[in-house]
């Protein structure tokens, strides 16, 4: 059977493969966090023509049934189909979106002070040829050069020894060699005969709990090859970290989940080397940043003891791994750095978050948050860091939401309602023609703070059904529809809501309480720096509206974007910066915001829009008077 | 079907199942430096009743055949079979020859003023139990419990993070961690959960050209368990280094001589465990010393540009390897310690020789020979040192020589003939009652001379056939009958004579040139250190006799025996004694004796008995005059 696309493309399609199957085969990568068991709703295709036999319609609308919405993972051909794939389905790679993205990181990275120099160096040499009476060994005459150079401790792995004698011969005893800093050495990680010229690449990876963020980098001149995102696939196990800790030891499956994340990324960079015709060779490192239970998943690290009390991770502090031991495509014997972990609820995408704002070298007081599955925040100077977490859940990036989605193209992301007609006003992520197709983080915030200040939600975030033609009976519960489209409607529930608003609730009450442990207000933060997958946009005076963030002058925040895969680009880059970033682990404090009574008093007050409290967002209260 | 063996033990064996293949199965290891190939005749068994099926009878005797001999690896049962073992056949496990051994190899040890201190040590950690206020990651707690008892650099590889946390956790946070020194680091080879009081064994391991000897020693006690030696398989390659070389690089065989070699340790090793019920985690590391071809060939390394000029090895001192990565039938996590080489025809053997000597520490000027497959000289003090190297072929360890065998149980290892009555009287290595099955190196060279000084062979080694009734005509040429017994005659023929004349010439010029090279003579040597596989025991009179040692006075000669063994023994027990041995390999210099005309001069002169120049030997010609 054959599958041709609207784009023109002719895929071969047996009947006893799915449609998500062959797609995957031809190349074409769709979202599926469920891994494919028909589940999570995230690889709708349309079929125009051609009959399909579809085992599962769970998460399509009947609507979308009655439009030949199908899932591809349930989906097999009977003949010769006709379809179309939606653009919320692609796992996205981002193509011209990071010419813009990679000027910013690299003019972020020139801010820091650091020069380009690499996590994995590459020294060409070339080697005197050996006489009679100067016979020493290859392997020794590969130290001696080094040595001359001025490289004291070299670490060769044994196994680098098995051809070194056919690769210095091989191009004339001119040889690269591919090196990494560990423990005070110089550890060979490749050797290759010849000067090697061919593209460096280095890979930065954001493993959020919900979303995995690959970048690839150029690592000689520190361009943004391309971005792939796509759900973390272990969401088929669980929502937040603990239910997949539990999955993890209770079921036996640590492996599963090992292999869902991995598999995650390999097919992020599978879809990005193909676009851009990269070769797998070309890639020496990884740098990934997780919280400290993604980063044990990833490792195959037992996360067991991370939740039970005293809630202890196997490590902080990760040795150098190999792409070989954890199964990532890629050459066996490039190395992966982690990120270092500050606490079992503090991780690397935070360590990496202080280091992309700089805040550890700042001289006033500074806040981070990082608002993704878990909220985690920062306060401190170059002085002293404090840290803690709160579960916010995964609706900012758009699980757990019935229209929400990514902050990738096709997104909503910003959202305006005029107060008096009602009418609705919608951003989209993409070019001018695009069609929304789902709501991302940042467009949740502004519809909640604007169906707020328009009265069409009551303070506890209850739908006012006489409100707005726009509020309706949804499937299962009222809903507003802030889109409605020739596809499906795209609207906001009365759950959706509900959930927005603990998560936000959850962020205040983390940010009040731990200023309080620090003996801080609000009035004696200089600066609010916030991290998130929203997205290129996030409008700081609705996130204070909403009561997600302190009243302060809009001057003092700054919308960082996704500051974990920011942080792991600057660690690839620069040896400095690694370097930073342990420095930044080891200086960090945790505190455990869950044993502390006046972090569940702030949370249940910060469950109105936007907060018990009214006095404390004195300008929103001003607005909602008027 | 069944095997029924003479010792009662009663095997199965399928009809298509070699009997060499059933014997092993069954634990009962045979000698086959052949591979199974039917070429070498070292796996003979003797059939007693019984239909078999013989697909080889090369190598054997008619008498043998008529006797009912059999090679076991080309034979199959047509039924049940009655069979015995010769003793010559078996791969050896010393059993208590070893106890006296074993004291001499502790005295050693004592006499070098160091203590045990093995190679990889054992730490038993008790970690303080995590809490809330201390809750540091496992590894940290690990780190800091190290640091706390003066450790400092610590590298832990990643895969040992991977069960960390289950393992610390299991015997209630105490563990047992092996470790070994690397690069100015203590690196983890294992941890494993509570206090480990199972024993802990090393392997100590020469490879010779022709012979393979692996020790199994207690590394608390110092005590040698056992000894197992077998041929080295290599051998069905050919016979020297070069040849191997050329086999390895010409027919891309590399992997083939890798296995088979590794595969004769495990061999020798599973016999030695099996033998003593030792279980195989109960091996902590491997050290291996050979020439420099044999290490590479023993590590996976290229040894191509060893034999073309100038000859260079890809390694002079090898980066520490895993038992895992080499095949090695242990625990793949454990070290295996290559002896570092000195040049290409001057390796680990020698390096371990010289430390087993102490060579390197004397005031006086000293010589050590290793005489195996290469003979290998070293001439030095505690002020230098300079070695070489001439090619001997591998008589003296019993290949190529009709009736040869290493000097093991059945070994004839000196031989006398009453000058009138041409008596021949053999001692045998074993107990009293131990028949004769072969003879060894210090055999052949004891029978070589007293048939010189009988007249029973002329000052070029050929028989005269009439000087004695055991002087008889053999299957290809004239031999000498040493032994006649129930099973066959032992024999030297004309041809194994020739060998072994070509072999002490090799030697002597090698001791004469190198002399000169460095500017001394004979009477400048205050004593001669004389290696290799002859057993316990070699007649050094016997050996100036034949004109392959100088005629120095009787006390300036040790004979060592296997010094390649006993340096990996002392390395093994000592870390001193290792950082000694890699001292040895860097101060020692190498002169090519090959491109020197004096050596083939010297060589041709050698070809006699005991040498064209008499007046060199005084004592001999005092003795031919009689």
Chains 1, 2 share one sequence.
């Not at 085969?25 to 709708?44: F, H, M, V």
């Not at 590459?122 to 080094?146: C, F, H, K, M, Q």
């Not at 005893?173 to 550890?187: A, F, R, S």
């Not at 107060?419 to 502004?446: A, F, Q, Y």
Request: proline share 4%.
């Amino acid at each position: 059977m054959e599958l041709s696309l609207t784009s023109g493309k002719k895929i071969a399609c047996a009947a006893d493969t799915s449609i998500l199957e062959a797609l995957k085969k031809a190349g074409i990568y769709l979202t599926s966090s469920c891994g494919g068991k028909g589940t999570c709703g995230k690889c709708k295709v349309l079929v125009k023509s051609g009959n399909v036999i579809s085992k599962s319609r769970i998460k399509l609308s009947q609507d979308e049934i009655d439009k030949g919405y199908v899932l591809a993972c349930k989906t097999f051909p009977a003949e010769d189909v006709i379809m179309d794939i939606p653009k919320e389905s692609m796992l996205v790679v981002e193509g011209q979106v990071v010419t813009g993205k990679s000027k910013d990181l690299l003019a972020l990275l020139h801010s820091t002070g650091t020069a380009i120099d690499p996590l994995t160096g590459r020294i060409v040499l070339a080697l005197p040829l050996p006489t009679l009476d100067d016979n020493i060994s290859d392997l020794e005459r590969l130290r001696r050069e080094l040595m001359s150079k001025g490289m004291g401790c070299l670490r060769v792995p044994f196994r680098f020894t098995q051809d070194l004698a056919k690769i210095v011969r091989k191009e004339n005893w001119q040889v690269t060699l591919c090196t990494i800093h560990t423990e005070d050495c110089e550890e060979i990680i490749r050797i290759t005969p010849g000067h090697k010229k061919t593209p460096q690449y280095g890979v930065a990876v954001d493993i959020g709990t919900t979303t995995v963020v690959v970048f690839l980098i150029d690592l000689t001149t520190g361009h943004l090859a391309d971005v792939a995102s796509t759900y973390n696939s272990q969401i088929r196990f669980g929502d937040d970290v603990i239910t997949r800790i539990v999955h993890a030891t209770e079921h036996n499956k640590l492996k599963e989940l090992n292999h869902a994340v991995v598999s995650d990324i390999n097919t992020a960079l599978v879809a990005i080397r193909k676009a851009h015709h990269i070769d797998v060779e070309s890639i020496d490192c990884f740098v990934v940043a997780g919280n400290t239970t993604m980063t044990h998943l990833f490792l195959g690290l037992d996360p067991e003891a991370i939740r039970e009390e005293p809630y202890i991770p196997t490590a902080n502090t990760f040795p150098l791994a190999f792409a070989g031991e954890l199964g990532l495509k890629a050459n066996p014997n490039i190395p992966v750095y982690a990120f270092p972990c500050v606490a079992s609820y503090v991780g690397g995408d935070i360590v990496a978050g202080v280091l992309a704002t700089q805040l550890h070298k700042k001289q006033e007081l500074c806040i981070f948050i990082d608002i993704g599955t878990n909220g985690e925040i920062v306060i401190g100077n170059s002085e002293w860091l404090v840290s803690a977490a709160c579960s916010a859940g995964p609706c900012f990036e758009g699980s757990g939401i019935k229209c929400g989605m990514r902050a990738t193209e096709g997104a909503i992301e910003n959202v305006t309602i005029n107060r008096e007609t009602l009418d609705v006003e919608i951003k989209i992520i993409g070019d001018n023609d695009t069609k929304p197709i789902g709501i991302c983080g940042s467009g949740m915030i502004d519809a909640i703070a604007e169906m707020f200040l328009a009265r069409i939600i009551d303070p506890k975030g209850k739908l006012q059904k006489e409100a707005s033609s726009r509020v309706r009976e949804g499937e299962d519960s009222l809903e507003f529809v802030i889109y409605s489209g020739e596809g499906r409607d795209l609207v906001l529930t009365e759950p959706d809501i509900e959930n927005i608003i603990r998560a936000k609730a959850a962020i205040y009450a983390g940010f009040s309480t731990l200023l309080k442990e620090v003996g801080f207000t609000f009035n004696d933060i200089q600066k609010v720096y916030i991290a998130g997958g929203f997205g290129k946009f996030l409008d700081i005076e609705k996130a204070v509206m909403l009561g997600m963030l302190p009243e302060l002058a809009k001057e003092k925040f700054q919308y960082m974007g996704n500051t974990s895969v920011t942080g792991a680009y600057l660690c690839l880059l620069s040896r400095n910066l690694r370097s930073e970033a342990e420095e930044i682990a080891r200086r960090m404090t945790y505190v455990e915001l869950s044993v502390s009574s006046s972090f569940m008093n702030e949370y249940i007050s910060g469950l109105f829009i936007p907060h018990t409290n009214i006095d404390a967002f004195p300008g929103v209260k001003k607005l909602m008077e008027k």
